[in-house]
């Protein structure tokens, strides 16, 4: 399934970078998601975009910013991040926030701050 | 609070045997459920999905029960192969489509 893409695959960074994560779905949604897996824990909504606004923003901190420019992109921009932000970082999309609940996820990238 | 539990962190099963995966919600409010498969180094893959009017619903080798009483809903996977052996998520939702509450999953092995 190549439906969601997203790159890097994999990031280090030290904590006084600034990096950018990029989603790019192909399947047409209107809805696109970032979430956060950290080790031996479930998978945590960050952020919701529907059609370019963001409905969600799940008490994350101001450290991710994340951006919308369309229903085809997303990214999240990285700053001054910790130790305990390294996780593997989810995109997903669906159809719409309000019509569906299927959601279809990218490969993830998996960061390591140092 | 984990709204969401998988209590099993793993399962092994033999080629051809049943798989029962198993997942507890506490949130009353939940009101449709959907499993999810992961490989390594792919994103979660959505499997088959079940509303709280149903109990049961199938497709293939996979069934879901939901058991609204107990909070309780399982996945079953009938004969498993071992292209079957991922981990697999349990998620929730309820009020709002899009915000799903997962659970840590289970990994699940079939052994040839």
């Known amino acids: 399934e190549t439906g969601v893409t997203q790159t890097p695959r994999h990031l280090v960074m030290g904590m006084t970078n600034k990096k950018s994560l990029k989603c790019e779905q192909h399947?047409?949604?209107?809805?696109m998601y970032w979430y956060k897996q950290s080790a031996k824990k479930p998978l945590e909504l960050m952020f919701v975009?529907?059609?370019?606004?963001?409905?969600e923003n799940n008490s994350v901190p101001s450290r991710f910013s994340p951006e919308c420019p369309n229903s085809s992109h997303l990214f999240l921009h990285l700053h001054t991040l910790q130790p305990e932000d390294s996780a593997l970082y989810l995109c997903a999309s669906s159809r719409g926030v309000l019509t569906t609940y299927e959601q279809y996820f990218g490969p993830g990238t998996r960061l390591t701050v140092t | 609070d984990q709204q969401v539990k998988q209590n099993s962190p793993s399962l092994s099963v033999q080629e051809g045997r049943i798989s029962i995966l198993n997942c507890d919600y506490t949130?009353?409010?939940?009101?449709?459920f959907l499993w999810y498969k992961k490989y390594p180094a792919e994103g979660p893959t959505f499997l088959i999905s079940?509303?709280?009017?149903?109990d049961k619903n199938e497709d293939g080798r996979f069934t879901v029960f939901l058991n609204k009483s107990a909070k309780h809903l399982s996945l079953h996977i009938v004969p498993s192969q071992p292209g079957d052996s991922a981990v697999y998520f349990c998620a929730a939702s309820g009020g709002s489509n899009y915000k799903l509450t997962f659970g840590k999953g289970t990994l699940l092995t079939v052994n040839p």
């Open positions: 949130n009353s409010m939940f009101d449709y």
């Open positions: 399947l047409g949604h209107n809805a």
């Open positions: 079940i509303s709280s009017i149903k």
């Open positions: 975009y529907s059609l370019e606004e963001r409905v």
